[in-house]
């Protein structure tokens, strides 16, 4: 089976994960009709008026503004009017099962932290979420499960094991390939396919401001070369503005953050819009430190203590650790390296390029789920519109991961992934956190039940405590 063939089963594989809604014996519990919403579909530049959405199983089998759209006899049918639907949400930048309260470590990593952290994500409406890089054994184990219907929550995918240089990023990590020569990392590519079936691939491409030795372009193009030959897109975590440009030119599909040194030139935007990269801002993950430096707006959201626990909630609305952050020696340059990653996205959605939506999630007090509605709010802040947001974390996600033709946007044939909203973000960009439901495969996910309580200790932490 293909890779394509393998992941497009995801789309039948996921019903036993859902929770169906019971229906009088009268109605076909087969046919759901939601009406009177207004619908962003995704790919309309306006939004569809008094809607009706005509789902099958799993698939959307018509849709478009009352009057328009047959409503089949006996379906289920869901009222949610003065709601506005959009499309099941997109991060192709997150981490998963590497923090426990306050710490995060590689000691963490396992299947419950995994599950638990996929669950956090579908509660806010996120659907896809890539797991991008230092991905270890565990995740292999989930992902065969998840895949063939034995468990839910968010349809993760896999960058497995990232490439860095030797003795660079996140020095003595075990869980990264550092190959040395172009064909070792050819090699490690084949062996990285081979073992892990990655869904993407990592590169880190920084020397943190000199610290480090980072990949040079003969072992990046090297990778990116292989990578392609086995039908698999390259994402790049990244931060010069000249590295950028050569990276490009080498191949790489997709950047998992802005250019932050300095505002990105003419020649980065030809040369981005001809390759047809994608741009993954990650701006809400830059600004993480100014968030609570400046006084967190975020902290009331009624999902965060249904999904996270009491120690890390008390920790980030605390004066001392908020103060921490406001006196911090680096919080000037924190601020100069945001405002620089803000401007190149205004300039990258200026010429065109595509943006989808990454946040970095995963990390204490980086909340996954939240951390993706936020990065749509800093997009509209930084000169997006607020369907161009919406649009970057559906359609152009789905884009990126090849799966287009069935996820992303809200058309007959695709997967009825959806959430309804209480509010119209296109008036206010943050109304996309305000959730009434999120439906999955056409049947509505019982959020409550999602079980995300904080996984068991390792063995390794028993030991170490």
Same mark, same amino acid.
């Given at each position: 089976m293909t890779r394509k063939a393998y992941l497009t089963l995801l789309a039948s594989l996921f019903l036993a994960a859902c929770q169906p809604t019971s229906t009088p014996e009268s109605q076909d519990s087969t046919l759901v009709v939601i009406t009177g919403a207004t619908v962003i579909d995704?790919?309309?530049?306006?939004?569809?008026?008094?809607?009706?959405? #005509?789902i099958e199983g799993d698939t959307i089998q018509a849709i478009g503004s009352a009057g328009s759209v047959e409503v089949p006899p006996g379906a289920q049918r869901v009222d949610a009017s003065g709601k506005t639907i959009i499309p099941g949400i997109f991060n192709l930048h997150a981490h998963v099962a590497r923090s426990e309260g306050m710490e995060s470590d590689d000691q963490f990593y396992n299947r419950e932290r995994i599950q638990r952290d996929a669950n956090r994500y579908l509660y806010y409406g996120i659907t896809h979420m890539v797991s991008l890089g230092i991905d270890q054994e565990p995740m292999i184990g989930f992902l065969e499960d998840q895949r063939a219907g034995r468990t839910g929550g968010a349809r993760l995918y896999s960058a497995g094991y990232g490439f860095a240089a030797k003795d660079g990023w996140i020095p003595g990590n075990p869980n990264l390939n550092r190959p040395t020569t172009p064909d070792e990392a050819r090699q490690l590519v084949q062996e990285l396919v081979q073992e892990r079936q990655p869904d993407v691939i990592k590169i880190w491409v920084?020397?943190?401001?000199?610290?480090? $030795?980072?990949?040079?372009?003969?072992?990046?193009?090297?990778?990116?070369?292989?990578?392609?030959?086995?039908?698999?897109?390259?994402?790049?975590?990244?931060?010069?503005?000249?590295?950028?440009?050569?990276?490009?030119?080498?191949?790489?599909?997709?950047? &998992?953050?802005? #250019?932050?040194?300095? %505002?990105?030139?003419? %020649? *980065?935007? !030809?040369?981005?819009?001809?390759?047809? #990269?994608?741009q993954v801002a990650t701006l809400v993950g830059h600004?993480? !430190?100014?968030?609570?430096?400046?006084?967190?707006?975020?902290?009331?959201?009624? &999902?965060?203590?249904?999904? *996270?626990?009491?120690l890390v909630l008390e920790t980030v609305s605390g004066q001392e650790y908020q103060a921490n952050l406001a006196n911090s020696p680096n919080l000037a340059s924190t601020r100069e390296v945001y405002a620089t990653a803000a401007k190149n996205l205004a300039k990258v959605a200026a010429a065109g390029i595509p943006i989808a939506v990454g946040t970095d999630s995963g990390g204490p007090g980086r909340f996954q789920g939240l951390w993706e509605h936020r990065e749509m709010e800093l997009m509209v802040k930084a000169g997006?519109?607020?369907?161009?947001?919406?649009?970057?974390?559906?359609?152009?996600?789905?884009? *990126?991961?090849?799966?287009?033709?069935?996820?992303?946007?809200?058309?007959?044939?695709?997967?009825?992934?959806?959430?309804?909203?209480?509010?119209? $973000?296109?008036?206010?960009?943050?109304n996309t956190r305000n959730i009434d439901e999120v439906w999955m495969n056409g049947e509505? #996910?019982? !959020? &409550?039940d999602l079980p995300i309580s904080t996984a068991p200790p390792t063995a390794q932490e028993r030991e170490t405590s």
């Open positions: 995704g790919v309309s530049s306006t939004p569809i008026e008094n809607a009706v959405i #005509v920084d020397d943190r401001l000199g610290e480090l $030795p980072k990949l040079t372009p003969e072992l990046y193009g090297a990778i990116i070369e292989e990578a392609h030959s086995q039908g698999i897109k390259v994402m790049a975590h990244m931060y010069y503005l000249e590295d950028t440009k050569e990276l490009i030119r080498r191949g790489v599909d997709g950047l &998992a953050h802005s #250019v932050r040194d300095q %505002e990105v030139d003419d %020649e *980065f935007l !030809r040369l981005a819009k001809e390759n047809g #990269v994608t600004s993480s !430190r100014l968030a609570y430096a400046d006084g967190p707006d975020f902290l009331d959201d009624p &999902a965060l203590p249904v999904l *996270f626990p009491p997006l519109t607020p369907m161009q947001a919406i649009q970057a974390a559906t359609a152009n996600g789905a884009k *990126f991961l090849g799966l287009e033709d069935q996820y992303g946007t809200l058309e007959p044939g695709k997967i009825a992934d959806l959430i309804i909203l209480n509010a119209d $973000p296109l008036e206010d960009i943050r509505r #996910v019982n !959020r &409550a």
